[in-house]
């Protein structure tokens, strides 16, 4: 009888404590620089994903370099008590294949709890480039190889995929100038310190828009809606046949949070999703938000498994690694 009275009181105590969750900030993690594309949606989302947390305040701790794969070994490490989130993109999937000593296991390490969007990119340059179409550019870059600066956010960003892919399509190799973030890559770019780079429009749009970069084209096999971004042509369109890069976010939590969190947080992440602000604001800077069974923990971890198998033999031929 004590001892039925005693777990009892456990199996309580347990349930009182997850039905109060959370009773305090929740962090998310960006692995990028603050005001970047990463950082953008991270502050847009956690300001609706609050209504499912007991409107608890949701923190962002900007945790850059290393492509992405320091601030996502952070997270694999911290306490698996829902009070330490991570928001990482296509990265997830491409830095097994980059990384020969990648401090966590992707599949493993981490709870998945869903996806938050798709975003397309585009290929910008500096203000002082003298091609102001992408025939210009491709004219301007055999003119100039051995010469021409890329900037990324680091082996393993979006950044550096959509680079990669491009220096191989064109087939001109570029230095590349690797950031914390595409945040202090676009200041050099509108600085003039760098030539190019290919980078999510949710950092872009608003530089398009004002004209404040050289915009040469979508990386989409169709042109975007979005009205800052809708007379830009593909590079499918313009001679880089199938050329076809879009990104996306997703959530996760520290392997073994509690099953009873990461439902709590799924939840909270599938209203979010529904917030008619947070899909305007989504649209607007050119990203759509997941309305498929990627929201699903489960089909989450599926899509990044098979986006793994989709980009690594890719990466592996282009021969990049990091130890
Ligand atoms: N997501 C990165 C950032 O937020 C950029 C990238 O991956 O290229 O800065």
């Known amino acids: 009888m004590k001892r039925t009275l005693i777990a009892l009181s456990a199996m309580l105590a347990a349930g009182a404590a997850l039905a109060e969750f959370p009773e305090k900030p929740v962090t998310i993690v960006v692995p990028f620089a603050a005001g970047g594309p990463t950082d953008k949606v991270a502050r847009d989302l956690g300001e609706v994903l609050r209504k499912g947390l007991n409107n608890q305040t949701v923190l962002i701790e900007n945790v850059g370099g290393a492509g992405g794969t320091l601030g996502a070994a952070k997270v694999a490490k911290a306490n698996p008590d829902g009070y330490t989130l991570l928001l990482h993109h296509i990265g997830m999937a491409t830095a097994p294949a980059l990384y020969r000593n990648l401090p966590y296991k992707v599949l493993d390490d981490f709870e998945y709890l869903g996806m938050v969007n798709d975003v397309p990119m585009t290929l910008i340059g500096r203000p002082s480039l003298p091609a102001n179409n992408y025939a210009e550019l491709a004219k301007w870059l055999e003119a100039n190889k051995g010469k021409v600066n890329l900037a990324n956010a680091g082996l393993g960003a979006a950044s550096h995929l959509c680079g990669l892919l491009f220096q191989q399509s064109v087939k001109i190799d570029m230095t590349t100038v690797p950031y914390k973030g595409t945040a202090p890559a676009m200041t050099d770019i509108l600085g003039g310190q760098v030539d190019i780079m290919c980078d999510q429009t949710t950092n872009t749009s608003g530089q398009i828009a004002a004209g404040k970069v050289k915009a040469y084209a979508v990386t989409t096999m169709?042109?975007?809606s979005t009205p800052a971004l809708a007379k830009l042509p593909t590079l499918d369109s313009q001679g880089l046949k199938g050329f076809n890069v879009s990104i996306w976010h997703a959530l996760y939590a520290p392997k073994g949070t509690p099953k009873a969190i990461v439902d709590q947080v799924n939840a909270a992440l599938?209203?979010?999703?529904?917030?008619?602000?947070?899909?305007?604001?989504?649209?607007?800077?050119?990203?759509?938000?997941?309305t498929d069974n990627r929201v699903n923990p489960a089909d989450h971890k599926k899509f990044v498994e098979a986006e793994i198998a989709k980009w690594g033999p890719a990466i592996k031929a282009a021969g990049q690694y990091a130890d």
Do not use: C, S, W
């Not at 599938?270 to 997941?290: C, M, T, Y």
């Open 270 to 290: 599938r209203n979010a999703l529904k917030d008619p602000e947070f899909i305007k604001r989504q649209e607007a800077l050119g990203a759509e938000v997941v």
């Open 222 to 224: 169709k042109p975007l």
